[in-house]
């Protein structure tokens, strides 16, 4: 089985910064990928960021300039950098990662809880 941790929202000031951390554990034999998504009250989920094994970055333009993926593939964790933090990024924040649980299984998405993000005064 595989679990997906986040942490490090919380609430910050418009043009603050955060980092989101998220670690994949349990039976793991390949991560493809991992990535950022988010869910605003009454709006649907979105694609912020995502990165490849191959270190291959994909971003939301809203958040192109602001936001950096990184991940530590040893350490099975991305990090979502956050800076210039905007009232409209206020969401709950999801980890998603593609994993193979082992050398023959198929490719899996896996999704955390969620950490919430609030920007405001």
């Known amino acids: 089985q595989v679990q997906l941790v986040e942490s490090g929202g919380g609430l910050v000031q418009p043009g603050g910064s955060l980092r989101l951390f998220c670690e994949a554990s349990g039976s793991i034999f390949t991560i493809y990928g991992m990535g950022w998504y988010r869910q605003a009250p009454g709006k649907q989920r979105e694609l912020v960021a995502t990165?490849?094994?191959?270190?291959?970055?994909t971003y939301k333009d809203s958040v192109k300039g602001r936001f950096t993926i990184s991940s530590n593939n040893a350490r099975n964790t991305v990090i979502l950098h956050m800076n210039d933090l905007k009232p409209e990024d206020t969401a709950d924040y999801y980890c998603?990662?593609?994993?193979?649980?082992?050398?023959?299984?198929?490719?899996?998405?896996?999704w955390g809880r969620g950490t919430p993000v609030t920007v405001s005064a």
């Open positions: 998603k990662a593609e994993i193979k649980e082992t050398m023959f299984a198929r490719r899996t998405e896996y």
């Open positions: 990165i490849t094994d191959e270190s291959i970055t």
